[in-house]
């Protein structure tokens, strides 16, 4: 087990590295003078040469790559371009309401794309199924700020349930927390339902084939037992899987969402530096995402053994 | 963004008589693609049609849908039907070229990748960290710091969309290189490009459509929310995702400006989504039951 979690480990870090060096060409591939592009049209001569100190334009090219990675290495992600506070900082202020809003987000898919998968395998023909098969397509059809204008009418607009848009920070209660990121979670989760509904009833109706499921019955145990001790269990390995590939597309999806919702948040940060060509802060938020998106596959990964047992690493 | 991953299987090609009376047992299919064929028959009649999306009508401005206007007018007069016509190029002719860009580049990438051994590993590990960035991100990253040109837009779409087509290629592939034929192909002394293109390629075309009708789909979805975000389209430009993101600050009082972009990109995208679930089910009837 715990050589498995190192091969996998160290087979994560190659990964990293391609996209850390993504991340740094990217600067090159602007086209003129980073510096200047950087800095915006009506920069004067001097913060024009500011950046290009501070970017140190000036080195040659590989130079210039091996101390970003030295410094990346010993946890140094430079300074904001735009605001001079140290990126480890900006991003460190940022965290909590992303990783709030990623956690519920999870949460309420799982929680209701599971059963929905479950009760459409189980019931083919059935009102679930179809309902279920449409929440799937629909997931996939509608951009997350059209779902996003779709809950805030009737529920902000309208009944008034929840704020339109805004963050209420889990100091001031996790209650108050979690209602003002009821509307953007949901927006967020359609897509997250309709990738782990679609994989879960692919799973199930695989399992159900299975012989042990008969026997299972014949035994005559309840059917809820069978689903969820025989069936469910056995599906199981492709159902976290998804979860843990959906991860990129639910990342993405809180730059927009929190844009819309005008939630502080890392994806906010993450549209506003872009805009704002605030390059360091950009980097690290790529990296931080990808780093993010390996790690909880890896866990993914970690978590087959505990559900299968048949796995063994 | 988030493209469903077509299913791998390697069904042969049926015979035209068994595609018709599949065809006709698939009433869904034929209306999406129905639906499909109208936009892109919008889109190519629309510069003939009486509609222009650039006119400004300061003093017809925010106006609710009516006989004259069916869609309304926007916040500086413009016809929101006329814009609307005219985004449908935008959003059918990024589809079209992202899904033809990633196809040229993933199966390329999956054949190679699949196929020679040593190529396999550092392929799938730079496809592994492509993966790694969200979909979202990268695309804006891209266009932002490159600017917004059509070409840009295009390519910082496909990337993320790119290691998906790759995989599902090279895990055709990979089943095939062991099959009697690319054996025998291989002995009688073929040459890499022909056993790739001329026995390889053909058996891997059905989950290569599939998948590149979805990342179709999700091209014009990832067009609009780069636009939305202000990093697509330039905003002169009647494009679907402009358009609501324009109309957005104007949703409580002409909520139309945003509806109908809204609407048709959800029609659209919706019926090519459908299209790739049953081209699916059709060449792989496994999977479909």
């Known amino acids: ?313 | 963004m988030a493209a469903p991953e077509a299913s791998m299987s390697l069904a042969n090609a049926d015979t035209p008589v068994s595609v018709l009376a599949a065809l006709r047992r698939r009433p869904l299919f034929l209306i999406c693609v129905g639906i499909v064929a109208a936009f892109a028959l919008l889109a190519l009649v629309v510069p003939f049609l009486p509609v222009d999306p650039a006119v400004l009508n300061p003093l017809r401005r925010l106006r609710a849908p009516s006989m004259l206007e069916p869609f309304g007018t926007d916040h500086v007069g413009r016809s929101v039907l006329a814009r609307t016509l005219w985004g449908t190029q935008i959003s059918l002719g990024v589809g079209l070229a992202v899904a033809a860009l990633t196809t040229l580049a993933g199966v390329s990438i999956g054949l190679l990748a699949g196929y020679i051994r040593a190529l396999d590993m550092v392929l799938m590990r730079v496809m592994d960290a492509v993966m790694a960035v969200p979909a979202i991100l990268l695309a804006i990253a891209l266009v932002a710091l490159i600017g917004a040109g059509p070409v840009v837009i295009v390519v910082a779409i496909s990337m993320p969309e790119i290691p998906r087509m790759a995989r599902t290629v090279r895990a055709g592939v990979l089943v095939l290189r062991e099959l009697a034929f690319v054996e025998a192909a291989t002995i009688c002394g073929g040459r890499l490009s022909t056993i790739l293109l001329r026995h390889i390629l053909p058996s891997v075309a059905g989950p290569v459509l599939v998948q590149a009708t979805y990342v179709f789909a999700a091209a014009m979805i990832l067009e609009a929310i780069l636009s939305f975000l202000g990093a697509g389209t330039p905003p002169d430009v009647a494009s679907w995702g402009n358009m609501m993101a324009e109309g957005r600050q104007y949703l409580e009082i002409a909520p139309w400006i945003l509806v109908f972009p809204a609407i048709a990109l959800t029609i659209l995208v919706l019926a090519i989504n459908v299209i790739g679930d049953e081209l699916r089910d059709m060449l792989d009837p496994e999977s479909a039951r």
């Open chain 1, 1 to 313: 087990m715990l050589g498995y979690v190192a091969v996998r480990l160290l087979s994560a870090i190659p990964v990293l590295g391609i996209v850390a060096v993504f991340v740094f060409f990217l600067l090159t591939m602007i086209p003129g003078d980073p510096a200047q592009v950087i800095a915006g049209d009506f920069a004067s001569p001097e913060q024009v040469q500011q950046i290009r100190a501070a970017l140190q334009l000036d080195r040659p090219l590989a130079e210039r790559f091996v101390a970003w990675a030295l410094r990346l290495a010993s946890g140094d992600f430079g300074k904001s371009l735009f605001s001079g506070i140290p990126v480890a900082q900006l991003v460190g202020q940022r965290i909590e309401p992303t990783l709030m809003l990623a956690t519920m987000t999870v949460c309420i898919a799982v929680a209701i794309a599971v059963p929905l998968g479950l009760v459409a395998a189980y019931k083919p023909g059935g009102w679930v199924a179809r309902a279920s098969m449409t929440v799937a397509v629909l997931g996939f059809s509608l951009p997350v700020f059209i779902v996003a204008y779709l809950l805030v009418y009737p529920f902000a607009l309208g009944l008034r349930w929840f704020p339109v848009q805004g963050y209420v920070p889990l100091s001031q209660g996790l209650w108050a927390c979690l209602h003002s990121l009821t509307l953007p979670a949901l927006a967020l989760s359609l897509l997250y339902i309709a990738l782990i509904a679609r994989v879960t009833r692919a799973a199930v109706l695989e399992v159900l084939r299975e012989d042990y499921v008969r026997t299972a019955h014949a035994k005559g145990l309840a059917e809820r037992r069978v689903l969820v001790r025989h069936v469910l269990r056995n599906a199981a390995v492709p159902v976290v899987t998804v979860v843990g590939i959906g991860f990129a597309a639910l990342l993405g999806g809180v730059v927009v969402t929190e844009t819309i919702f005008s939630i502080p948040g890392l994806g906010r940060l993450t549209a506003d530096s872009i805009l704002r060509r605030d390059y360091p802060v950009v980097q690290a938020l790529i990296l931080l995402f990808s780093t993010v998106y390996v790690v909880v596959n890896l866990g993914v990964d970690l978590i087959y053994a505990a559900i299968d047992p048949r796995i063994r690493y």
